[in-house]
């Protein structure tokens, strides 16, 4: 167990700059998630903390240990690969125990902890057959316990339920979570999948083209996005983004969304003093759609940050809990989600509401977050 | 349904016919192919009198070894008459530890070249596959003043060592290409265990590498063993290999052309390879295809 920090570390293959200046930094015990699209440079990262690739230049810290010269296996981490990695020539019980032969564990020691990992995982009955005699899951559990059973101070997982079906990766997602609570290990996790990330997470880091976008909590994360990229990555379905104007009148500020004739102006209950400086300009208006409901029946009574407003129905997309409506405002294509019951047809023109203390506002020209 | 039926009907018929003639050709190519063979075995089963007396493509009346014997134990080798046992060792005592060496080294060059990139490997590998093209010939003359500078010439060391040098680029072209197919996964893995260079090797690599030994094994057995110009050039007299050998007995112009025994002999300088073949040859096959599929 043990805290990780970096601290502006670089990676440049040649003139290629994958990764810059990435400054990061998690507690003992924390579950960090590092999330963004392919080539972002994720991957790179965890690399760099496992040591299989050395960085260009910045320190990676494990406790208060610089473990920038050190050897992958000296840094006392254990990673899961996506692709698990077993040595298909071994049984499971030898995938197991390889690191703890290599590392000189006498014999009993190494049967005792197997049999503890095997246990922990539900394993037992498998620890005598190949690799290939496996599901994908049961591989997953096996690669998890080689991990497990080193008892390192950090453990890596790169991308580990990507190969697996639906159903079960959300098991597995479970699995990873409830495996964390109750050994309380420190975690870096690589993924793709925004859902995991905001599930699994105590904090994440979203990245794209090797910049750090942001690294705070899945919550702040999701209702306080540093900008559009963040704002539309995470979530599903995931953020509207409408150009609007940032609108003054009579001391209150107000979204104002242009409409042919009939432009929809939403007031801001609460305005940061950020806000000031773009009166009368450009913003994008970003809300996401459970922010976007069928009209609210405490929406009239004072006090309340919803506000109403009329707009036509598209199409509709029912999922079972909620019915994702799409409304077409100035243009562009609008998710909101309306509970099942009050679901509208197609073409109707229907009252929405819209909950102004959960929307944000950014930069039309940085896309950062005003 | 008649339309189609009438249709399966007429294919079915023009199938027969079709896998007549398929059979037919492939039956005359095998016969073609098998027929010195078959000469060659009849003949060396005869006894001298009945190939003069007999045509050349009858089977034998009586089946004699002596042909076998005398080819094996008394067969005259330029003027040494011991039969062509002590070369054929001196084949088995070059070829197994050329291709053992050279499978090897094979292996840890390709295991290094896919799994522990260098740089300049793809340089490396360009001018090792470059080796496979140069021919036989042009290496002869820098080869045997290399091989007398290293007190090596006309000894079985000094052949194992050409063999091993000119055979590294087929086995590392083999190993690579294997090798570029495993994951690279597992070798970090293997590296996060704390296993080093030749720890993942011997454990990890090689023991899943069975299907590419089996191939290169096959592979340089052959060449070896069914070299002749190396064997003529850098070995002479009594540390000669068996194709060499063989060549002067056939060529020995000593008194009446003992057909049997010349048959006899060139069978027996066969038989290590086609052994070889008939053993492992399915794992040939499947080795020189795996990694072009993914399975």
Redesign the interface.
Known sequence: MASLTLDKVRKAFGPVEVLKEINLAIDDGEFLVLVGPSGCGKSTLLNLIAGLESSTDGEIRIGDRVINDVHPKDRNIAMVFQSYALYPNMTVRKNITFGLEIRGVSNQERDKAVADVAKLLQIEPLLDRKPSQLSGGQRQRVAMGRALVRDPDIFLFDEPLSNLDAKLRVDMRTEIKKLHQRLGSTIVYVTHDQIEAMTLASRIAVMKDGILQQFDTPQNIYERPNNMFVAGFIGSPSMNFIDATLTEEGGKLAVTIPRDGNPIVLPLFEAPESYHGYIGKDVVFGIRPEALTHKRTNSDEPGSQYVNFDSKVEVIEPTGADTMTVIDIAGKEIVARVRPDRAPTPGESMTFSADMSQISLFDPDTELRI | MADIQTYSHDAGWKNTVLRGLLYLVLILFAAYYLFPLIVMIATSLKSLDEIREGSLISLPRVVTFDAWNYAWNEACVGVECTGIKIYFWNSVKMAIPAVLISTFLGAINGYALTKWRFKGANIVFALLLFGCFIPFQVVLLPMSQVLGKLGLASSTPGLVLVHVVYGLCFTTLFFRNYYVSI?D??V????????GFF?IFW??IL??STPIIVVSVIWQFTQIWNDFLFGASFASGANAPMTVALNNIVNTTTGVKQYNVDMAAALLTGLPTLLVYVLAGKYFVRGLTAGSVKG
């Open positions: 994951p996964e597992l970090k893995a293997a590296t996060i265990d704390g296993a720890t454990r990890i023991p899943i």
